[in-house]
């Protein structure tokens, strides 16, 4: 029986405590209520938040994205509570147009209609919630339904409205 030299054991100790050491630690996702609601890429680029908790929440500091691999591409500004907190049951939208001179309502990324994925995150990184959509046409959105719930369907728009 071939025994393996003491050297080649500590040598495969040493790389797996060092991948194991320098692996970026996993964000986990952690909800409170908040959902990706509803998103509109065609025409007037736009998404929703929907707050299904019981309590308000203020977004002021988290970020959107429309690139999963940079989670921190827009932070929602801290700069006024009362546009940025969303009451329990109630809807919160973002204009995805890259006019932020418009207001901080207005991300710094446009919306593909062939499709893209969105992101939510909290101000350290960890996932508040993620959407890949598909393609979208004229007059069309992708919404929860119903609003919080895991399934998307195609719909007529309904931003800040209950999903139809």
Known sequence: MYAMPKSTILLALIVVLFFSCTREPVKPVVNNGI????????????????????????????????????PFKYRIPETDAARTTIQPGKYLVFFADE???QGILHANFRLNQLG????L???????????KFSLQ????????????GSGWKKMTPTPGLKNN
Not at 116 to 119: K, R, T
Not at 138 to 144: F, H, V, Y
């Open 137 to 148: 046409n004229s007059d069309q959105s992708e919404g929860r339904s119903p609003d919080g």
């Open 99 to 101: 006019q932020g001179s």
């Open 35 to 70: 959902f990706l609601n509803e998103v509109a890429a065609k025409g007037s680029d736009w998404l929703e938040i929907y707050n299904a908790g019981t309590t308000a929440v203020n977004v002021g500091g988290m970020y959107l994205t429309d690139s999963l691999a940079n």
């Open 116 to 119: 893209e994925e969105l992101g």
């Open 121 to 131: 995150f909290y101000i350290d990184g960890r996932t508040i919630d993620t959407r």
